[in-house]
């Protein structure tokens, strides 16, 4: 099967990644310091800029900004991926099927991701939005604030944000935003 994929340099753009089979370890405190430490070493080697992103225990919402000139964002999140799996602890990886074993590739990332290019100032507001209020969607909190592992945090130190918001009323997204 082929995929397509819109490749914008220095585009900006709204991901989806999910683990094998939706297993839940993403937010282990050695994860996320992992996950940090993944984020770190790649932007190192291949800038882009975080603009929003959340961790969930089984799936990462982010948007991302490539440099000018530069569109492979597959590369990076391949090699993210690539650092988390080699250094995570074998408890979070799963048994092996044999197309994997094949391909010589360990079970913590579906193999695929979801991404959708950010076309303009609305879409980008929609889907940081989106992203700070992804663990209210899912019952994990009941305010955006109470999630820790979340650009939010930044939102509210930056003035972008109350610290409430999203916390007095359900927010409801169109259906084409996130499509996870």
Not at 86 to 108: D, F, L, P, T
């Amino acid at each position: 099967m082929e995929y397509r994929r819109a490749k914008i340099e220095g585009g900006t753009y709204f991901f989806t990644v999910v683990t094998h089979n939706r297993r839940k370890f993403l937010c282990q405190p050695d994860n996320i310091s992992l996950l940090r430490n993944a984020f770190r070493y790649v932007m190192e080697q291949h800038p882009f800029k975080i603009d929003a992103i959340v961790v969930l225990p089984e799936h990462i919402h982010s948007i991302l900004t490539l440099p000018d000139g530069d569109y492979n964002f597959s590369k990076r999140w391949r090699l993210i991926k690539n650092y988390f799996t080699r250094r995570c602890a074998v408890e979070y990886k799963a048994k092996i099927s044999k197309s994997r074993q094949n391909k010589q590739e360990q079970a913590i990332w579906q193999r695929r991701f979801w991404e959708h290019q950010i076309r303009d100032e609305k879409d980008f507001t929609n889907h940081v939005e989106y992203i700070h209020y992804n663990p209210v969607k899912h019952g994990l909190v009941s305010a955006p604030k109470d999630w820790e592992y979340s650009s939010f945090h930044r939102y509210v130190r930056d003035g972008i944000y109350d610290l409430e918001w999203g916390a007095e009323e359900e927010i409801l997204f169109d259906e084409s935003i996130g499509n996870e």
